[in-house]
């Protein structure tokens, strides 16, 4: 097992998967170009906890893993930041050839590692852009936008009312 606190750079993830080679460190996201468009600070660490295999039912090489980090977004309702925890975990199936990408099993997303280097800040980078929410917002209760919401229908009052309503607009 390789623990450090600064990962390497790059791994031949095939030959850790025949180990199976456990990595565990942190990376900054200040070098992660395509992250930081979506952050309003680049002073967060991602803690990194990588597992290499081999699947011997299918001789499919593999990287498990999982990240933590706490990013700075900006809300899109009130323009103010807020922090926002990303705890993720992804097991990538490793091909050498996208002719290899349909034999591997679902549980298994792809990964196309066609020269046999993969860069560990890129994969980790991609794994926290999927899953930054599509439109950062507080949650609306601590929000300082308030949106207020009429009910369409009141409560114990028929729900077909509307329709009526609306038709009768429409005769108007």
């Excluded at 199936?93 to 196309?112: A, C, F, N």
Aim: glycine letters at 6%; aromatic letters at 6%.
């Amino acid at each position: 097992m390789h623990s450090s606190s600064d990962l390497p750079k790059t791994v031949d993830p095939f030959r850790y998967a025949s180990h199976g080679r456990h990595l565990t460190g942190n990376l900054p996201v200040n070098g992660m170009s395509r992250l930081l468009p979506d952050l309003l600070s680049d002073q967060s660490q991602v803690t990194v906890d990588l597992e290499f295999g081999v699947d011997e039912s299918i001789k499919v090489s593999w990287m498990k893993g999982q990240i933590k980090t706490c990013v700075e977004l900006q809300c899109q309702r009130c323009l103010e930041s807020f922090s926002y925890d990303i705890i993720a975990s992804f097991l990538l199936g490793l091909v050498r050839k996208m002719e290899d990408v349909e034999r591997l099993p679902s549980r298994y997303d792809p990964l196309l590692v066609a020269d046999g280097v993969l860069v560990l800040n890129d994969i980790i980078e991609e794994e926290l852009i999927i899953n930054l929410p599509v439109v950062p917002k507080h949650p609306p209760e601590v929000c300082k936008v308030q949106l207020h919401q009429e009910p369409l229908l009141s409560k114990g009052k028929n729900p077909f009312e509307v329709i009526g309503l609306l038709r009768e607009d429409d005769k108007n």
